[in-house]
């Protein structure tokens, strides 16, 4: 059994399209930052730059959009952040440590009130 010229033909699009998909460079963020940067000094067009560097244009202008608008972002005093790991760990301890000292604070205020009113105390 043959198939059809046009099945082969999709068949072997999708088979170059899964590979080109799988070998994509993956860029780190000081490349992004040094593509950037290079491209807004201008010495050269976008266009040459892009070629240059292997990338399409609007990948271009899309990390650029990024660079600049987390660039806005810092100097307008928006420093939020990710936490790290041990940060993560130094807060979760202080939270339970703070949720002990409440609950030991609220069984003690119980006991209080208990003996209060519990133990013939007048309540008037």
């Known amino acids: 059994m043959s198939q059809k010229p046009g099945t082969q033909r999709a068949a072997a ?7 080109r998909r799988a070998t994509r460079k993956q860029h780190s963020a000081e490349e992004k930052i040094r593509i950037v940067l290079a491209g807004l000094r201008g010495e050269d067009s976008i266009a040459e730059h892009c070629r240059r560097e292997g990338i399409a244009q609007s990948l271009y202008y899309s990390w650029s959009k990024e660079f600049l608008e987390a660039g806005k972002r810092r100097l307008a005093g928006d420093t939020a952040r990710q936490a790290t790991s041990p940060e993560v760990k130094e807060l979760r301890a202080e939270a339970a440590a703070l949720k002990e000292a409440v609950a030991d604070l609220t069984l003690e205020n119980r006991l209080l009130k208990k003996s209060m009113t519990g133990a013939g105390g007048d309540r008037a």
């Open 13 to 19: 699009e999708k088979v170059v399209k899964e590979i």
